[in-house]
């Protein structure tokens, strides 16, 4: 049990491209989703948490505008990566959350690469 | 404000011996703390938790862990280590203050080498 779907695994596009991950609970009620980076070798780095039907909270320092996040179901988060930059290049992580005294649950990733 | 410390960047193991990863924690209520295990290009998969109870946690594959209050720590061991163990492995905690949410702080990850 406990599965959470992230697609794509991989993406390769031009600078100035939208690029959307989308990350499913498949067998849980997710009412907490996560997204996070993660660079080579490093820990992961909280970008935002979004409750379902509510708006992100973003952390310090990362662009809201830049990194649109939307939970329109508990399980289905989507994380909007808008004129991708190759600074924006990363390992990007979802992971989602039922109770509050649950583990999360993580994704697989996504790798995105901006040329 | 919550923080997690793995002091190894790096463990090497023989196969067969024990292994143990460091962490230690910072929480200013009760820690709810977890393990987690990353292998390349993949995400985290949770190995186990402390959320209350016996001291001693067992998980997936093996790995168990220890949580002792005084020393603040949550080390996690395997008795006999695989080559297949071979991973990233992140310890986290949050506070089991139902307001505080349950945002997870991470630590800086250690490296586990199994050798043959």
């Known amino acids: 049990g406990a599965v959470v779907s992230q697609h794509p695994s991989r993406v390769i596009c031009k600078s100035g491209t939208s690029v959307k991950i989308e990350c499913r609970s498949l067998d849980f009620q997710a009412t907490t989703m996560f997204w996070y980076r993660q660079f080579p070798k490093q820990s992961l780095m909280l970008m935002a948490t979004?409750?379902?039907?509510?708006?992100?909270?973003?952390e310090q320092g990362v662009e809201k505008d830049k990194f649109l996040i939307n939970h329109a179901s508990l399980t289905l988060s989507t994380l909007t990566v808008t004129s991708a930059h190759p600074e924006d290049s990363s390992f990007y992580i979802c992971?989602?959350?039922?109770?509050?005294?649950?583990?999360?649950?993580f994704g697989d990733g996504t790798r995105l690469s901006i040329l | 404000a919550q923080s997690v410390a793995q002091p190894e960047d790096q463990v090497n193991v023989a196969e067969g011996n024990p292994l143990t990863v460091k962490c230690t924690y910072s929480v200013s209520g009760n820690p709810y703390l977890f393990w987690y295990v990353q292998y390349p290009n993949r995400g985290l998969q949770f190995l186990l938790k402390?959320?209350?109870?016996?001291?001693l946690v067992k998980g997936s594959y093996g790995f168990e862990a220890e949580f002792n209050k005084s020393q603040t720590s949550f080390h996690l061991k395997k008795p006999s280590a695989l080559v297949s163990d071979s991973a990233l492995y992140f310890c986290a905690v949050r506070d089991s203050i139902k307001a505080a949410g349950n945002k997870l702080t991470f630590g800086g990850g250690t490296r586990v080498l199994v050798k043959p």
């Open positions: 402390y959320i209350t109870g016996d001291n």
């Open positions: 992971s989602a959350s039922g109770y509050w005294d649950q583990p999360q649950h």
């Open positions: 979004s409750n379902e039907g509510s708006k992100a909270t973003y």
